[in-house]
Each structure stands twice: as C-alpha cells, then as structure tokens.
C-alpha cells in the first residue's frame, strides 16, 4: 500500500472516530454507558508525579517525591537526540558516493545553521554552535513529542476524587487545623467530587467518558477517575524552560568575561566620579547601567515563561479541543507543529544574538 494511502485511511479513521462516533451516536445506539470521545487528561502547571519513591527510600525528599512525567519526557528527549547523532555516521565509504536520505538532510540542515551562526558569532562560531543547535535540537524534539499520538495520552489511573482530597487534607494541616478537622475537611472534598461526577469511567484497563442520559446525568458515582500521562512535554514545566533559560544567560555572561575580561562588567557598574562632578546628568550612565542589569538578570525570566506559556497553553488546546470535537485538533495539531518549531528556533536566535553582543565592548561599534 502506498504512503499517500496510508495517510489518507488515518485521517478517515480521525474524522469517523473524532467527529462522528465522538459525537455519541454510535454508543447511544448501542446501548453502552460510555461515549467514544477522548479522554482528557490530568491538566495541572508542574509535573505529575508518575515513579514514586518509597518513603524510606534516600531518593525521598531530596529529589522530591519521585520522578515527573515532564523529567521523563525530557531524559526521552536526551535518548533521541543521542539516536539522531548515531544516525549522522556517515555511510558512503569512498569520495564518489554521495550520501542520501535522513544524513543528507540533517547535513544540509547543519550546514545552513553552522552558515548562519558564522554571519553572526564571526571567530566565535566554533564556540557558539553547540549551544545554537543543541537549544534548538532539544526544544524542538521535547516540543514535537506532544503532538506524537498516544505520547501524553497514556498512563496510570488517577482517582481525582481521593488525589484532590489528600490535597486538601494537607493544606488543612498546614492552615492550622487539628488532624480531625483536616480529615473531615478531606472526607468533604472527596465526596463533593464524586457527587459532581464529571470525570471518567475506569472500566478495566481502560478509561472511557460516561454518556449522559436523557436527562444529562452521568452513571451515579462512578465518574471521578482521570489519567496522569507517563510523559508531557517538558516545555510545559517552569523547570525545564528555567533550566534551559539559566543556561543561557550564565554562559552568556561567562563568554562575555572570557572575551573582554572584568571589563566587562562596567557596562552595569558605571562610576566616573570627576564626570560626575562636572556635570551631575552624568550620573545617569549609572542608571542606566543598572537598568541593563536588571534588564540581564530578566532574560531569565522572559526565556522560561515564554516557552513554559507557548507550550503548555499549546497542551491544554488540544486537550480542549479533543475532548469536544477531536476532529478540529486537524487544524490545530499543524498549528502546534508550528508554534513548537518557532519556540525553538527563537530561544536559540536569542541566545545566540545574546552571546554574540556580550563579546563586544559597547565602545566597539565606535571604534
């Protein structure tokens, strides 16, 4: 069977099982409890956990309660990125052949970025690319791996019910209550959520949407079950896009002082007192320097919550959109292919414009 056909029987599966049995008719015919629409996951800002350390285990604490979703899909990341530079062996054995296919085009791919950086960075290139596409590489792979079917999808069952009656349990505690009150408050929360019955079905190893009845009420009680994916897109966690974004300035600042030395840092720490002394405006390039400071230290912040809303905002609109017609996530599946190529591709042209600039004196361009 050719590709193209391939291609065009997933999309009719897409439309008939997204839009017309996600729609309901088909269960409601048959007579089943449950709807054939998708499932929407655990939506929550940081990383659920999915391995649990034990609570005698040394790892517990120190690493937190056990491993996220988010840390895993970024150690996947790191695996794939490891695959794509054992496939890059070259495999033609003389000078005549030419090589093709998946080394053809991450040569071509390499070869305009190494260009690019080279325009910009000059003799810094060597020093500036690993950092270019190694940003770019390993945005764009944690990025495209949301859009993979079944990749934050797939899981282990969590009953809302009881995880958000723990949670308020603990809150209690901490606000002061005694353990009693605590467990009440608890007990309350937990059978508020099985009465609003509003979740999903877990009817053996699968998940399903309850079909409401006639009168639009879900099978009493059972609905208040949700999924907890082994993997989301790391993006989508404060700490990877703050770890890629510390990165990023750190060396930023470090290859500024390799370049110009301590000198460096008197573009944000201006004092020149007999300039001062003469006219008292002067006393503005101190402002001013400080402001770019704080401006640096910032970059902090604007990488990780540009990357960190992009993607999971990006996340949470499919979700959305799936679970009310799933065929629509045609239209915004290519729209988050996009957004997770462009995300990539500006964290890395920011770092590298940032890199490059601290190298220069800001009496440079005068010169």
Do not use: C
């Not at 071509?108 to 500036?128: L, P, Q």
């Not at 059972?222 to 999924?227: D, T, V």
């Amino acid at each position: 069977m050719k590709k193209r056909y391939v291609i065009y029987l997933g999309v009719l599966l897409l439309i008939l099982f997204g839009g017309v049995f996600g729609l309901d008719p088909i269960s409601g015919v048959l007579g089943l409890e449950f709807s054939f629409a998708p499932v929407r996951p655990f939506i929550q800002l940081p990383g659920e956990v999915v391995v649990r350390w034990g609570a005698d285990s040394p790892l517990y604490g120190l690493f937190g309660k056990g491993l996220t979703n988010t840390f895993m899909a970024a150690m996947l990341s790191f695996v794939l990125i490891l695959l794509i530079a054992f496939l890059q062996k070259p495999r033609s054995r003389t000078a005549d052949e030419v090589p093709t296919g998946f080394y053809n085009f991450f040569e071509m791919v390499f070869e305009m970025a190494y260009n690019y950086v080279e325009t910009s960075a000059g003799k810094w290139t060597k020093t500036f690319f690993p950092f270019f596409m190694t940003f770019i590489l390993w945005i764009l792979i944690s990025n495209w791996m949301g859009l993979v079917p079944g990749f934050d999808s797939i899981g282990i069952f969590e009953d809302v019910a009881h995880y958000e009656a723990e949670l308020a349990e603990q809150a209690a505690l901490k606000a002061g209550y005694t353990a009693e009150e605590a467990h009440h408050i608890a007990e309350q929360v937990e059978h508020k959520i099985i009465e609003e019955n509003n979740r999903a079905l877990k009817r053996g190893n699968l998940l399903v949407n309850p079909r409401p009845d006639e009168n639009g009420e879900n099978p009493p009680g059972e609905a208040h079950w949700s999924i907890v994916p082994f993997f989301r897109p790391a993006a989508s966690d404060l700490n990877f896009t703050l770890a890629v974004a510390l990165i990023s300035v750190i060396m930023t600042q470090y290859y500024g002082m390799r370049a110009l030395g301590l000198s460096y840092w008197k573009k944000f720490f201006v004092w020149n007192g007999d300039k001062i002394a003469k006219s008292p405006l002067a006393v503005m390039d101190t402002g001013v320097g400080l402001l770019e400071f704080i401006s640096e230290a910032f970059k902090i912040v604007s990488f990780a919550f540009r990357l960190l809303g992009n993607i999971f905002a990006g996340m949470v609109l499919l979700f959305v959109i799936a679970s009310l017609l799933p065929v629509a996530n045609l239209a915004f599946y290519f729209l988050e292919f996009g957004v997770g190529a462009l995300q990539a591709l500006i964290f890395a042209l920011l770092t590298l414009t940032f890199m490059a600039g601290a190298t220069h004196g800001h009496g440079d361009d005068h010169h």
